[in-house]
């Protein structure tokens, strides 16, 4: 079963005034949706802009494995309790454990506006120690691993015409971050995602220059 969610359908979200847009897929904040906590692992796949000179001030998360994917700019991100600042580019991966408790900024220091993915998925276990991890210049070939929730992202760049297998897995969440694609005859284009319960057998078809972000997961014991 395929479940196509359009970029328009998303809830709004950030302070305009502040220089920050948010699309939220899944239920966020004042936006409370029984019938949308969840998909799987993945709690939350935010589409965030931040103008330059924004951002989001020191904030709390506790258990939740949070995963960011920039596609335009840089994003700054200081880890306050270990006083880590970093930036992340595009075609870099960033993973932020937060596990028992981490307060972290997120910010755009640049002179251009900012675009990035930000994925939260529920940790199989609660509690631990917090971890930060970036991945730089991740390949289409090497799939990121998250144990901690059971999850697998991959990310596939394709050229117009070019077709690319979708993991058998219980559990699809994929997410076009750039360009056209078809999936299993539907058309899909930037901010649309689909979620596929027990896909077996299907490829994405890029009707343009695209690129996609796929979470393969199992379904819930």
Known sequence: MIRIQRA????PGGEAAAGIETRHAFSFGPHYDPDNLRF?????????????GAGFAEH?????????????????????AAGRTTVVRPGDLQRLSSAGGVRHEERNDGDVPLVFVQMWLAPL??????????????AD???YALPEAAAMLHVRRLEQGERTAVPDAELIYAHVVRGTVRLDGAELAPGDAARVTDARGLAVLATSDAEL???????AP
């Open 40 to 52: 799987g692992a993945v709690l939350a796949c935010n589409e965030e802009r931040l103008a330059p």
């Open 213 to 219: 972000l796929l979470w393969e997961m199992r379904a």
């Open 141 to 143: 070939s090497t799939p």
């Open 8 to 11: 328009g359908d998303r809830y």
């Open 125 to 138: 276990e609660p509690g631990g120690d917090p971890a930060y991890e970036i991945v730089r210049g991740i």
């Open 60 to 80: 709390r998360h506790r258990h939740t494995e949070i995963v960011t994917w920039v596609v335009e700019g840089e994003l700054t991100h200081h880890d306050t």
